[in-house]
């Protein structure tokens, strides 16, 4: 030993204080490398399957790429935030029978789901945590802490602390906004729409609490200043469209500033919603 250290280091006679140096710190580098190989056993073994696009929306904000073995059977469409190289991955939807041969560590359910399957995960000592539905800031954060409590947020929606409707100042102006689906529905105070619409700086035109559907004749009479248009292109089929049909909103949406929001940020409320956020802040200084 004394030998190999003068060849490396000529001039320094090894003390024992210098050996007993060396021995510790190699140790501690090896011990260091256990505990890293051990953390990357554990999150190896992690199998995280989620069941619905809410629910997907947090997993991919928390979760690294290996250790989801299946998304919703939403993550291939258009109304899905997952990359490509987890499109062909495993699907899952809330059944028992399909969920527990899937093998999972942990099931993701979104909100109000798992009422049958929930309770036969249990007896296969499976763990689930189920999502309540959000519509503010505090409702996302507190998903998140359900989900992962010592996990980081992925970049791609860590910024969702941010959303906190601040108050206008005095003489500021906030244009009106209208949120509308090609079913007619809208959203006024205290829907997460309503949220980013006031944190992007505008203000609701729909006074009337919650998620609704006006008669077209109510909306029809509304003068925003812009309109928000989501699940157009990207959202579900349906025979229920009266504003791909009806002209009297096909001329309201063609003389008015408008924007379109993915549906895929906004299936509900998740760490995704900042992105939304930005797309409606970006039209309300460019549009209005």
Not at 141 to 168: D, I
Not at 250 to 256: R, V, Y
């Amino acid at each position: 030993m004394r030998r190999r250290v003068e060849e490396f280091m000529p001039g320094l006679r090894p003390t024992f204080s210098l050996m007993v140096c060396m021995l510790l710190l190699l140790a501690a580098c090896g011990q260091s490398v256990a505990e890293h190989l051990k953390s990357e056993t554990t999150r190896a073994s992690v199998r995280v399957v989620s069941t619905s696009l809410c629910a997907d929306a947090y997993v991919l904000n928390v979760f690294e790429d290996r250790e989801i073995a299946a998304l919703s059977w939403q993550a291939d469409s258009a109304l899905s935030m997952a990359p490509q190289n987890l499109r062909d991955i495993p699907k899952a939807r809330d059944a028992a029978e399909t969920l527990i041969a899937l093998r999972p560590t942990l099931v993701v359910y979104g909100p109000g789901e798992g009422t049958k399957s929930a309770p036969l995960l249990k007896k296969a000592g499976i763990r689930y945590i189920r999502l309540d539905w959000a519509e503010d800031a505090a409702g996302i954060k507190k998903n998140l802490a359900k989900l992962a409590p010592k996990r980081p947020v992925n970049s791609a929606g860590s910024e969702e602390s941010r959303l906190a409707s601040p108050a206008p100042r005095r003489g500021e102006h906030r244009p009106k906004v209208l949120y509308l689906i090609p079913s007619g529905a809208t959203a006024g105070p205290g829907t997460y729409v309503d949220m980013v619409i006031r944190d992007a700086g505008g203000q609701n035109v729909i006074q009337t609490p919650g998620w609704q559907t006006p008669d077209v004749e109510v909306l029809a009479a509304l003068k925003p200043d812009l309109i928000i248009t989501s699940f157009f292109k990207d959202g579900y089929d349906s025979v229920n469209t009266p504003v791909l049909t009806n002209r009297v909103l096909q001329d309201m949406l063609a003389h008015t500033p408008h924007v379109n929001v993915p549906g895929r940020l906004w299936p509900c409320a998740s760490p995704w919603i900042e992105r939304a956020r930005n797309v409606v802040a970006r039209a309300i200084r460019e549009k209005t």
